[in-house]
C-alpha cells in the first residue's frame, strides 16, 4: 500500500475547523479503501506572522516539495495588512510550486439552492481552468511620484506563449476526458474566456494558441470563444452551455468567484491548484472568514471537496466518487450551505459525510 504524505496548513481564520473535518472524511475513506494517508500539520498564517514576522522562507517550502499533495485552509488575518498573507503565503506557493493551473469546478448538487432562478444540477456543471502563473499576477509593473498628483501606477498582464499552451493543453486534455464520461459533456463545446476586443495583444496570442491546439492536435472538439464581461452574462443566463471554461489568471479569479455562487456559494466551492508535473494544493475557495472563528457554524464541505480533488489528483478515483456520494446526499440534508443556517454543526456536516462514505 502506497502512503500519500500530505502537509497540511489550517491557515487562518475558519481554516483550521474546515480543514479538520476534510481530514476526518479523508482518513475514514483512507481506512475504507485501504489508502495510505499521513498528515503532516503545518501553522503557517497570520497569527505565527504576528507572533514570530514569520511567514514562509526557501526552506518551508523546500519541505513541502517532498509532500504528495498540500491541503489548506484559508489565507487572511484581520490584523494583518490585506495583501501580506495572501502574496507573501498563497501566492508565493502557487508560483514557487508552479502550481500553473487553478482548477475550480462549477458543480450544482442535487438539494443545493442556487440564486440563479430556474436552473438546476442538470445545468450547472462545468469546471474553469484558470491559469493559475501568469498575468496581472507575476507583479511587473511600478509606480512613480508615488503620493502626489501626477502618481503612475502600472500592473501588466504578462503572458509567454510556454504558459499559456501547457495550459491549454491541460484544458484541452480535461475536455477529452469529459468527453469520454459523459455524451452530456461530450456535447458541449470547450469555451476559451478573454478580452480580445480590448486586449489585443493578451488576448491575441491566446485566441491565437487556443485555435491552433485546437486545430492541430483537437480538431474533433467544438471549440467556442467568450468575452469575460459576455461569460458573467452567460453564467446567470445560461450556465447549460458551459462544460470546460478556460482562462487567463485575474479572469479566472473574478468568474469563479461567481461560479461559486451559482453552484450554491463559498460553502461549498473548492479548488485545486495544480501542478501535473509536481505538488498540488487543494482549498476551499472561499476566505478565512474571521468573524464564524470558532462558532462551530462554517461550513466544512468546500474543505471536504478539495479532499476529494486531492485525492482524485492523487489517483485515487474510487475513493474520490465515494466522498463525492457522500458529500452529494449530505446536500440533500442540510437546510442551506450558509454558514449557521445549515441545520448542523461544522462538525456533524463532517460526520455526516465520514459516516455515509
Ligand atoms: C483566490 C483568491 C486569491 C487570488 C487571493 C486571496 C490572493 O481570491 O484564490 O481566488 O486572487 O487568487
Ligand atoms: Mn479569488
Excluded at 508560483?95 to 469546478?105: A, K, S, T, V
Amino acid at each position: 500500500m502506497a502512503t500519500h504524505n500530505i502537509a497540511v496548513l489550517g491557515g487562518d481564520g475558519t481554516g483550521p475547523e474546515v480543514v479538520a473535518e476534510g481530514v476526518k472524511v479523508l482518513k475514514a475513506v483512507a481506512s475504507k479503501f485501504k489508502i495510505g494517508l499521513d498528515f503532516h500539520y503545518y501553522d503557517f498564517g497570520g497569527d505565527r506572522y504576528l507572533k514570530t514576522g514569520k511567514i514562509i522562507d526557501s526552506d518551508d517550502i523546500n519541505e513541502l516539495r517532498k509532500y504528495s499533495a498540500i491541503f489548506l485552509g484559508a489565507i487572511g488575518h484581520p490584523d494583518v495588512k490585506p495583501g501580506i498573507l495572501e502574496k507573501g503565503l498563497l501566492l508565493r506557493l502557487r508560483f514557487e510550486l508552479d502550481q500553473y493551473i487553478n482548477l475550480r469546478p462549477v458543480k450544482l448538487y442535487p438539494g443545493v439552492e442556487t440564486p440563479v432562478k430556474d436552473k438546476g444540477p442538470d445545468e450547472v456543471d462545468f469546471v474553469v481552468i484558470r491559469e493559475n502563473s501568469g498575468g496581472i499576477y507575476t507583479g511587473h509593473g511600478g509606480a512613480t511620484q508615488v503620493g502626489n498628483e501626477h502618481e503612475i501606477a502600472t500592473q501588466v498582464m504578462v503572458y509567454d506563449r510556454f504558459t499559456v499552451d501547457r495550459c491549454l493543453k491541460y484544458a484541452f486534455e480535461l475536455k477529452k476526458k469529459r468527453n469520454k464520461l459523459d455524451k452530456k459533456y461530450a456535447d458541449k463545446p470547450i469555451h476559451l474566456v478573454h478580452k480580445t476586443n480590448v486586449l489585443t495583444f493578451t488576448g491575441d496570442l491566446w485566441f491565437r494558441a487556443y485555435n491552433e491546439m485546437g486545430e492541430k492536435n483537437y480538431p474533433e472538439f467544438k471549440r467556442d470563444y467568450a468575452h469575460v464581461d459576455a461569460t458573467t452574462m452567460w453564467f446567470v443566463k445560461n450556465p447549460e452551455w458551459f462544460d470546460v471554461i478556460v482562462t487567463e489568471n485575474l479572469f479566472g479569479d473574478i468568474i469563479t468567484d461567481l461560479g461559486a455562487m451559482v453552484q450554491g456559494g463559498m460553502g461549498i466551492a473548492a479548488g485545486g491548484n495544480i501542478n501535473p508535473e509536481g505538488v498540488s494544493m487543494f482549498e476551499p475557495i472561499g476566505g478565512s472568514a474571521p468573524k464564524y472563528t470558532g462558532k462551530h457554524v462554517i461550513n466544512p464541505l468546500a474543505a471536504i471537496e478539495a479532499g476529494r480533488m486531492m485525492l482524485d489528483e492523487l489517483g485515487e478515483t474510487d475513493a474520490a466518487m465515494a466522498i463525492q456520494k457522500s458529500v452529494a446526499n449530505a446536500c440533500t440534508k442540510m437546510k442551506s450551505q450558509a454558514a449557521g443556517k445549515m441545520g448542523y454543526t461544522t462538525e456533524e456536516v463532517g460526520d455526516l459525510v465520514a459516516s455515509n462514505l
